[in-house]
């Protein structure tokens, strides 16, 4: 219990610092001046560290929350007498999901759904899906066949079954896919400014078109500490959800 | 109480179970007995529809049960299997009132059922109600596991291998602790197993069942004095006298006038009750009547000191219980090199002692004695115990 509440006000004081860290553009701005003098511009223009962090927590909560609201019961279904027969089917559609290129998404998507970060949320929420179903199905699939005998005997419904003891026992194994996703996510969703969707991506991909390798480290950096401390944050929900394990 | 009239199961091409009727009387316990595949969980598990039948009628206190949903069905028959299968996300207690929380007690009431169930199973409340499962020894767990299907005072409990997976010892220590729980509630079983010795111990009635069907369905007593065919007799086994001393327990047969000594032993104390004692040993006991040893009289008349006649001992090594099987005191007596055991109560006391010829005269004595023996483990004639 002391344990736990040490490691949670470790995680806020990195959130907060961290936080704190995006809003100072003026030490973004004197660190990578001082990295690249020969640069006149040697922080990226069109938008502070802090809007460019809000754009890209946007979209990875957007497409992380639509992996879940599809991955969690498209992992669930495989597991039940009606979506048993879809099992490798899924399995293999998300497996395939995550190894298509995101970019390439974004290029087939863009006809479709034009530019802006519709296309990018598209990409991510499919590419993100695989650890989610993965571990959902491996999860569920973990639980003591004589515990759910047990359990059925005893007179549980299905749904009750599945939400006071497939999904508690269970939940250590999901919420590590969970964390898996959105840590890939973060990472991955530098390539929706490909689509102008904005976020961390647009001074990588400026950075890259004008040579300018301040703008690529500053896009990089923030996105590396960001999945950092979303990984950390995260790390503690997972401890929360499954508190005996 | 239960009665299963003309049952079949069908899986494609095979059948599991075929025509099958059954009736069980309340407050009896039905052993189903075979070989693997041979439909005895099968019939267990279509009581409570965790498999449905092909054909057939399953009745439940006048009830078909197909009359109710399988989920409120299954709430009001206890279910316990082999791999007890609590939730290793919850506390001992908790697991223990799962069925309440269905029925939706309130918490209080919950608690206080656990506690009583953990006190009736033989664990102590405040030691356990609070562990995991995975603290347990799998004797623990199946303890938890019999009393959280007792947990809802259901009239019927559905018994799948309950002690199929513990050490031969926890078997013997949980059998026992079974047929005392069951002389206080009385619930209608059906009880699974393939242990002949167990089905002997428990049952009223055995059903022996091979290859789906009903070869016979008749008191232990009758099933290994008039098998109804070679199998039934063979799948018994030969030593028949043998297996039927699993029916007599150990009060049925005890001796209670043994000579004892209490307090004062001095040398000429036990030399003088040697003198007066027309038995071979007198027994030792302490202030509370608990067995500490017993000296050889035999020893004694020859000339050995007082001291050496004496054998000291663990009553919990060298007794037996009174609840104690005649067919576990046989072999605790050939382990020990004795030839006359002990019968001591919970803490010790003595209650009596059980000679081998005692036992010799049951084994050899005519079948009705042996029916008449009260005190054959959930048998009619235990009100008197």
Redesign the interface.
């Given at each position: 219990m002391k344990r736990r509440r040490t490691g949670l006000a470790a995680v806020a004081a990195a959130a907060v610092a961290f936080a704190y860290l995006v809003s100072r553009q003026d030490w973004w701005a004197a660190a990578l001046t001082r990295l690249f003098p020969t640069l006149t511009q040697a922080v990226f223009p069109s938008a502070t560290v802090a809007d460019l962090v809000t754009q890209h927590l946007q979209i990875v909560l957007i497409s992380s929350a639509i992996t879940l609201l599809v991955g969690l019961p498209l992992g669930v279904w495989v597991t039940r007498p009606s979506g048993r027969a879809f099992r490798e089917l899924v399995a293999a559609s998300v497996d395939f999901g995550q190894t298509f290129p995101p970019v390439a998404v974004l290029a087939l998507m863009m006809p479709l759904l034009g530019l802006g970060t519709s296309p990018a949320i598209v990409a991510l929420s499919l590419y993100g899906l695989f650890p989610v179903v993965s571990n959902t199905v491996a999860g569920i699939e973990a639980v003591?066949p004589?515990?759910?005998?047990?359990?059925?005997?005893?007179?549980?419904?299905k749904w009750?079954i599945l939400f006071t003891?497939e999904f508690?026992?269970a939940a250590r194994v999901i919420m590590a896919g969970i964390r898996t996703s959105v840590i890939i996510n973060i990472g991955t969703a530098t390539v929706a400014a490909a689509t102008g969707a904005g976020g961390l991506g647009s001074p990588i991909y400026s950075g890259i078109n004008l040579q300018n390798g301040a703008w690529v480290l500053e896009g990089a950096v923030a996105a590396a500490l960001l999945a950092m401390v979303a990984d950390s944050v995260l790390a503690q929900v997972e401890r929360a959800v499954a508190p005996?394990a | 109480m239960i009665r299963l009239e003309n049952v079949m199961k069908r899986y494609g091409e095979t059948t599991a179970v075929r025509g099958l009727s059954l009736e069980v009387a309340a407050g009896e316990i039905c052993v189903l007995i075979g070989p693997s595949g041979c439909g005895k969980t099968t019939t267990l598990r279509m009581i409570n529809r965790l498999i449905e039948p092909t054909s057939g009628r399953i009745v439940v206190d006048g009830h078909d049960v197909t009359e109710q949903s399988p989920e409120l069905l299954r709430r009001g028959l206890g279910y316990v299997i082999q791999s007890v299968g609590l939730f290793p996300h919850l506390t001992v207690a908790d697991n223990i009132v799962t069925v309440p929380r269905l029925l939706g007690w309130d918490r209080g009431r919950m608690d206080a059922r656990a506690t009583e169930l953990l006190a009736l199973v033989g664990l102590d409340p405040r030691e356990y109600a609070d562990k995991y499962p995975r603290q347990l020894s799998g004797g623990e767990a199946q303890r938890v596991g019999v009393a959280r299907a007792l947990a809802a005072d259901p009239p019927v409990l559905l018994m799948d291998e309950p002690f199929g997976a513990v050490d031969p010892l926890t078997r013997e220590r949980l059998q026992a602790e079974f047929a005392r729980i069951q002389r206080e509630l009385h619930k209608t079983v059906v009880f699974v197993t393939h242990d002949v010795d167990e089905a002997i111990r428990l049952a009223d009635r055995i059903a022996v069942m091979r290859d789906g069907q009903l070869q016979q369905y008749d008191t232990p007593e009758q099933i290994l004095d008039h098998p109804a065919n070679k199998f039934v007799h063979d799948f018994m086994g030969a030593d028949r006298a043998l297996k039927r001393l699993g029916r007599v327990r150990v009060d049925a047969v005890i001796r209670a006038d043994v000579p004892v000594l209490s307090a004062n032993r001095t040398a000429d104390a036990i030399a003088e009750r040697a003198a007066c004692s027309e038995s071979r040993f007198v027994y030792l006991v302490d202030a509370d009547h608990r067995l500490e040893g017993w000296f050889d009289c035999r020893a004694l008349a020859n000339g050995a000191s007082p001291e050496s006649a004496i054998t000291t001992v663990d009553w919990r090594e060298v007794a037996v219980r009174p609840d104690t099987s005649l067919k576990e005191a046989l072999s605790r007596m050939l382990g020990l090199g004795f030839r006359s055991i002990s019968v001591v109560d919970g803490t010790g006391v003595l209650l009596g002692i059980v000679g081998l010829a005692d036992i010799e005269e049951t084994m050899t004595d005519s079948d009705a004695h042996i029916a008449s023996v009260p005190g054959g483990l959930g048998g009619a004639g235990e009100a008197e115990a």
């Amino acid at each position: 219990m002391k344990r736990r509440r040490t490691g949670l006000a470790a995680v806020a004081a990195a959130a907060v610092a961290f936080a704190y860290l995006v809003s100072r553009q003026d030490w973004w701005a004197a660190a990578l001046t001082r990295l690249f003098p020969t640069l006149t511009q040697a922080v990226f223009p069109s938008a502070t560290v802090a809007d460019l962090v809000t754009q890209h927590l946007q979209i990875v909560l957007i497409s992380s929350a639509i992996t879940l609201l599809v991955g969690l019961p498209l992992g669930v279904w495989v597991t039940r007498p009606s979506g048993r027969a879809f099992r490798e089917l899924v399995a293999a559609s998300v497996d395939f999901g995550q190894t298509f290129p995101p970019v390439a998404v974004l290029a087939l998507m863009m006809p479709l759904l034009g530019l802006g970060t519709s296309p990018a949320i598209v990409a991510l929420s499919l590419y993100g899906l695989f650890p989610v179903v993965s571990n959902t199905v491996a999860g569920i699939e973990a639980v003591s066949p004589s515990v759910l005998d047990a359990a059925t005997g005893m007179g549980m419904g299905k749904w009750r079954i599945l939400f006071t003891v497939e999904f508690p026992l269970a939940a250590r194994v999901i919420m590590a896919g969970i964390r898996t996703s959105v840590i890939i996510n973060i990472g991955t969703a530098t390539v929706a400014a490909a689509t102008g969707a904005g976020g961390l991506g647009s001074p990588i991909y400026s950075g890259i078109n004008l040579q300018n390798g301040a703008w690529v480290l500053e896009g990089a950096v923030a996105a590396a500490l960001l999945a950092m401390v979303a990984d950390s944050v995260l790390a503690q929900v997972e401890r929360a959800v499954a508190p005996t394990a | 109480m239960i009665r299963l009239e003309n049952v079949m199961k069908r899986y494609g091409e095979t059948t599991a179970v075929r025509g099958l009727s059954l009736e069980v009387a309340a407050g009896e316990i039905c052993v189903l007995i075979g070989p693997s595949g041979c439909g005895k969980t099968t019939t267990l598990r279509m009581i409570n529809r965790l498999i449905e039948p092909t054909s057939g009628r399953i009745v439940v206190d006048g009830h078909d049960v197909t009359e109710q949903s399988p989920e409120l069905l299954r709430r009001g028959l206890g279910y316990v299997i082999q791999s007890v299968g609590l939730f290793p996300h919850l506390t001992v207690a908790d697991n223990i009132v799962t069925v309440p929380r269905l029925l939706g007690w309130d918490r209080g009431r919950m608690d206080a059922r656990a506690t009583e169930l953990l006190a009736l199973v033989g664990l102590d409340p405040r030691e356990y109600a609070d562990k995991y499962p995975r603290q347990l020894s799998g004797g623990e767990a199946q303890r938890v596991g019999v009393a959280r299907a007792l947990a809802a005072d259901p009239p019927v409990l559905l018994m799948d291998e309950p002690f199929g997976a513990v050490d031969p010892l926890t078997r013997e220590r949980l059998q026992a602790e079974f047929a005392r729980i069951q002389r206080e509630l009385h619930k209608t079983v059906v009880f699974v197993t393939h242990d002949v010795d167990e089905a002997i111990r428990l049952a009223d009635r055995i059903a022996v069942m091979r290859d789906g069907q009903l070869q016979q369905y008749d008191t232990p007593e009758q099933i290994l004095d008039h098998p109804a065919n070679k199998f039934v007799h063979d799948f018994m086994g030969a030593d028949r006298a043998l297996k039927r001393l699993g029916r007599v327990r150990v009060d049925a047969v005890i001796r209670a006038d043994v000579p004892v000594l209490s307090a004062n032993r001095t040398a000429d104390a036990i030399a003088e009750r040697a003198a007066c004692s027309e038995s071979r040993f007198v027994y030792l006991v302490d202030a509370d009547h608990r067995l500490e040893g017993w000296f050889d009289c035999r020893a004694l008349a020859n000339g050995a000191s007082p001291e050496s006649a004496i054998t000291t001992v663990d009553w919990r090594e060298v007794a037996v219980r009174p609840d104690t099987s005649l067919k576990e005191a046989l072999s605790r007596m050939l382990g020990l090199g004795f030839r006359s055991i002990s019968v001591v109560d919970g803490t010790g006391v003595l209650l009596g002692i059980v000679g081998l010829a005692d036992i010799e005269e049951t084994m050899t004595d005519s079948d009705a004695h042996i029916a008449s023996v009260p005190g054959g483990l959930g048998g009619a004639g235990e009100a008197e115990a």
